[in-house]
């Protein structure tokens, strides 16, 4: 699955550590998020999308293999 979080974050001026604050984790599950190591929840990828204001196909878009 790809993702848009790093992007995001960099616009929105988040570390990684924040952004994970915001929404509740650790700041490595950003990262493996980030790196497409790990597929959050759905609530976890709804609180993300309320974060950036957008909605979670926005930031997140299925790929073939997924």
Do not use: W
């Amino acid at each position: 699955m790809k993702n848009t979080l790093k992007i995001q974050r960099a616009i929105h001026s988040l570390t990684q550590e924040e952004l994970a604050n915001k929404v509740g984790v650790s700041r490595q599950t950003i990262n493996s998020i980030e790196k497409g190591k790990y597929i959050p929840s759905t609530s976890l990828a709804l609180k993300i999308s309320l974060v950036f204001c957008q909605s979670v196909n926005e930031l997140f878009q299925l790929e073939e293999n997924d």
